[in-house]
């Protein structure tokens, strides 16, 4: 009797039919198969055909009835384990849950029989008590919320322990949150690192402001001799070597707020150039009102008599007897110096007090007042109390100086631009009374582009454009921001009036600041004389000139007989260098002679209504 066998296709090896599968599954995957099902090596070669040429006799039979039956038990002795291991598994868990509810209970029923809290020495039940996580200990919940508070607000958050005999765990913030209040958390944490600090002072510090702790580290000399030797105090004075040391020692700075500090004296900002008590001993002296340096009667004591004395205190410095000429003489109902200009009480424009005191109240009452001590946002190297200061109609306060300075100045480079008109902080327009005859010329020339940007943005037929109907564009229903936007105008060096001078997307806002300005002429005086230097109908104003060598309009006027657009301008020496044969070709439409020679374009007014 022969059992059926094939084939393995992978290993050629004979197997019986009912493992073939399995043996060849491990063939393919690379695995020895030597041990599935194959079927032992016979000496009849001739062989049954269905049993891959090879018979077997009932005793080999036997022996592989013996060998699966084998297999087959182990298999189900092993799933029979698992099952029983699993079934144990689950009854412990079930036992394990039933001893800790028994345990719980016994707790419980301990507490509510026998627990008598060791502060207030009454008998409590389970709702009563608080369970102290880092100990296991039980607490009454009104006791250690009594004794919490009390050591919060001592500043001795370190003594929170467990008072039960022998245990001093402390007692941690899980344990509070349950019956203590948001603030009383927070009073908590700050009073933890409060206390940290304080026992701590040679390591740890606070910041004043942000209250961010800040570790300290051995003293660093991180600057060398030669720099040491230029560093210059509050009181413009070069720095002893004592007070070099107690800067290395005491100076920091927090990283979260950026204040800078003396850690030993907690001053802010650190007042560099002095010890805490010499700095105690400069602040109760005399100081300039205007610098601070020390006053000395004799040697830097600006003269007294006559002046008020809330100007007294002035050294003999040409900035300081500058600034105390135009400060404002007045002493406020606070006590505190006016930090205004001697002009306030002719325009009732007295800014209010910058003292800190006063700030602070201030603040306290909603209203937002600059502090003295703050920087000048103009100048941005002194403080508002260093100098007569005013308030803009926005709000915003400036060193009187500085704001009259920037008017004055003007734009920085060729073409014509209007920021300097604005508040730096809030973009607003400057507006304040004492600064009116300063603006009135700048803001005549503003009116003055404005209408010739607008009346151009007509004429080229630029006043239905899209960004003016778009809701969402910035220009929309603004005709006149929308043609500042796109017009370049320049100051004519002849006749000081604005004239035209290409479109700004040709990127002639992006002209450096370095420029000579006699080569700035309007087309009106470059063409004083010629027949096309005069318009009948609209005079000189609209009048243009070609580029030399391309078809754009022109800006400049160089060498007294050449006129530029703003990219030939850019590259003046070069161009005017070119044969003539190779400028650009014309491109534009409109009559004029070949590239390279000058040409008057005349009134563009007159020229886009013919067109």
Same mark, same amino acid.
Not at 316 to 339: E, K, M, N, V
Not at 406 to 411: A, E, F, G, L, N
Not at 568 to 591: G, I, Y
């Given at each position: 009797?022969?059992?059926?066998?094939?084939?393995?296709?992978?290993?050629? !090896?004979?197997?019986?039919?009912?493992?073939?599968?399995?043996?060849?599954?491990?063939?393919?995957?690379?695995?020895?198969?030597?041990?599935?099902?194959?079927?032992?090596?016979?000496?009849?070669?001739?062989?049954?055909?269905?049993?891959?040429?090879?018979?077997?006799?009932?005793? #080999?039979?036997?022996?592989?009835?013996?060998?699966?039956?084998?297999?087959?038990?182990?298999?189900?002795?092993?799933?029979?384990?698992?099952?029983?291991?699993?079934?144990?598994?689950?009854?412990?868990?079930?036992?394990?849950?039933?001893?800790?509810?028994?345990?719980?209970?016994?707790?419980? *029923?301990?507490? *509510?029989?026998?627990?008598?809290?060791?502060?207030?020495?009454?008998?409590?039940?389970?709702?009563?008590?608080?369970?102290?996580?880092?100990?296991?200990?039980?607490?009454?919940?009104?006791?250690?919320?009594?004794?919490?508070?009390? !050591?919060?607000?001592?500043?001795?958050?370190?003594?929170?322990?467990?008072?039960?005999?022998?245990?001093?765990?402390?007692?941690?913030?899980? #344990?509070?949150?349950?019956?203590?209040?948001?603030?009383?958390?927070?009073?908590?944490?700050?009073?933890?690192? =409060?206390?940290?600090?304080?026992?701590?002072?040679?390591?740890?510090?606070?910041?004043?402001?942000?209250?961010?702790?800040?570790?300290?580290?051995?003293?660093?000399?991180?600057?060398?001799?030669?720099?040491?030797?230029?560093?210059?105090?509050?009181?413009?004075?070069?720095?002893?070597?004592?007070?070099?040391?107690?800067?290395?020692?005491?100076?920091?700075?927090?990283?979260?707020?950026?204040?800078?500090?003396?850690?030993?004296?907690?001053?802010?900002?650190? $007042?560099?150039?002095?010890?805490?008590?010499?700095?105690?001993?400069?602040?109760?002296?005399? =100081?300039?009102?205007?610098?601070?340096?020390?006053?000395?009667?004799?040697?830097?004591?600006?003269?007294?008599?006559?002046?008020?004395?809330?100007?007294? #205190?002035?050294?003999?410095?040409?900035?300081?007897?500058?600034?105390?000429?135009?400060?404002?003489?007045?002493?406020?109902?606070?006590?505190?110096?006016?930090?205004?200009?001697?002009?306030?009480?002719?325009?009732?424009?007295?800014?209010?007090?910058? $003292?800190?005191?006063?700030?602070?109240?201030?603040?306290?009452?909603?209203?937002?007042?600059?502090?003295?001590?703050?920087?000048?946002?103009?100048?941005?190297?002194?403080?508002? *109390?260093?100098?007569?200061?005013?308030?803009?109609?926005?709000?915003?306060?400036?060193?009187?100086?500085?704001?009259?300075?920037?008017?004055?100045?003007?734009?920085?480079?060729?073409?014509?631009?209007?920021?300097?008109?604005?508040?730096?902080?809030?973009?607003?327009?400057?507006?304040?009374?004492?600064?009116?005859?300063?603006?009135?010329?700048?803001?005549?020339?503003?009116?003055?582009?404005?209408?010739?940007?607008?009346?151009?943005?007509?004429?080229?037929?630029?006043?239905?454009?899209?960004?003016?109907?778009?809701?969402?564009?910035?220009?929309?229903?603004?005709?006149?921001?929308?043609?500042?936007?796109?017009?370049?105008?320049?100051?004519?060096?002849?006749?000081?009036?604005?004239?035209?001078?290409?479109?700004?997307?040709?990127?002639?806002?992006?002209?450096?600041?370095?420029?000579?300005?006699?080569?700035?002429?309007?087309?009106?005086?470059?063409?004083?004389?010629?027949?096309?230097?005069?318009?009948?109908? $609209?005079?000189?104003?609209?009048?243009?000139?070609?580029?030399?060598?391309?078809?754009?309009?022109?800006?400049?006027?160089?060498?007294?007989?050449?006129?530029?657009?703003?990219?030939? $301008?850019?590259?003046?020496?070069?161009?005017?260098?070119?044969?003539? =044969?190779?400028?650009?070709?014309?491109?534009?439409?409109?009559?004029?002679?070949?590239?390279?020679?000058?040409?008057?374009?005349?009134?563009?007014?007159?020229?886009?209504?013919? #067109?």
């Amino acid at each position: 009797m022969s059992a059926p066998s094939e084939r393995c296709p992978i290993c050629s !090896k004979n197997v019986f039919s009912n493992k073939i599968d399995e043996h060849v599954n491990v063939c393919l995957d690379g695995g020895d198969a030597t041990q599935i099902g194959v079927v032992p090596q016979a000496s009849n070669p001739g062989g049954n055909p269905g049993n891959g040429g090879m018979d077997i006799d009932d005793a #080999d039979l036997d022996a592989i009835r013996r060998l699966q039956y084998q297999e087959d038990s182990i298999a189900e002795k092993r799933q029979k384990e698992a099952e029983e291991n699993e079934r144990l598994f689950q009854e412990w868990l079930k036992q394990e849950a039933l001893e800790e509810e028994r345990r719980k209970q016994a707790v419980k *029923e301990q507490a *509510e029989t026998d627990f008598v809290c060791p502060k207030c020495k009454e008998g409590k039940n389970f709702e009563q008590l608080s369970f102290l996580e880092a100990c296991g200990h039980f607490a009454c919940k009104p006791c250690l919320k009594n004794f919490a508070l009390e !050591k919060i607000q001592a500043v001795k958050c370190s003594e929170l322990i467990c008072w039960d005999a022998g245990c001093g765990r402390p007692i941690g913030l899980t #344990d509070l949150k349950p019956f203590l209040s948001e603030a009383e958390i927070t009073l908590f944490q700050e009073n933890s690192v =409060k206390e940290v600090v304080s026992s701590n002072p040679d390591q740890f510090t606070e910041c004043p402001q942000c209250k961010t702790v800040i570790e300290r580290v051995a003293e660093i000399k991180n600057s060398s001799p030669a720099q040491n030797h230029n560093v210059v105090g509050l009181d413009g004075k070069q720095v002893s070597a004592e007070a070099l040391k107690h800067r290395d020692q005491h100076r920091l700075r927090c990283r979260d707020c950026q204040t800078e500090f003396c850690a030993a004296c907690r001053k802010e900002p650190y $007042h560099l150039g002095f010890t805490c008590d010499t700095f105690n001993t400069y602040e109760r002296a005399r =100081k300039c009102r205007f610098c601070g340096v020390q006053l000395h009667s004799k040697s830097n004591q600006a003269p007294q008599k006559g002046w008020a004395p809330a100007l007294q #205190d002035c050294c003999t410095s040409a900035d300081c007897t500058s600034r105390r000429s135009i400060a404002c003489p007045r002493t406020l109902a606070c006590g505190h110096f006016c930090g205004g200009c001697n002009f306030d009480d002719k325009y009732n424009c007295h800014p209010p007090c910058m $003292h800190e005191d006063c700030v602070a109240k201030a603040a306290k009452e909603g209203k937002q007042v600059e502090a003295g001590s703050e920087y000048c946002a103009i100048c941005y190297c002194e403080g508002l *109390e260093q100098a007569p200061c005013v308030v803009l109609e926005c709000g915003h306060t400036y060193h009187f100086e500085c704001v009259k300075k920037k008017i004055d100045s003007k734009w920085s480079g060729a073409m014509i631009t209007f920021g300097f008109l604005d508040c730096p902080l809030c973009k607003a327009a400057i507006n304040h009374a004492s600064l009116r005859d300063a603006l009135r010329p700048h803001l005549a020339l503003l009116a003055d582009v404005k209408d010739k940007a607008a009346k151009r943005l007509k004429t080229i037929n630029l006043d239905e454009v899209k960004e003016l109907k778009d809701k969402t564009s910035p220009y929309f229903n603004n005709q006149e921001k929308y043609a500042m936007a796109r017009f370049c105008y320049y100051p004519c060096f002849k006749c000081s009036k604005p004239y035209f001078g290409g479109m700004r997307e040709c990127n002639a806002e992006q002209r450096a600041a370095e420029f000579n300005p006699s080569e700035l002429v309007c087309g009106s005086c470059a063409s004083a004389g010629s027949e096309k230097g005069n318009c009948a109908k $609209h005079g000189s104003d609209y009048i243009e000139y070609k580029c030399k060598f391309c078809c754009n309009t022109a800006a400049w006027f160089c060498w007294g007989n050449t006129h530029f657009c703003e990219d030939c $301008h850019k590259v003046a020496a070069e161009v005017a260098r070119k044969p003539v =044969k190779d400028l650009p070709a014309c491109k534009c439409n409109v009559p004029h002679p070949p590239n390279g020679q000058e040409y008057c374009l005349g009134c563009s007014v007159c020229r886009f209504d013919q #067109d």
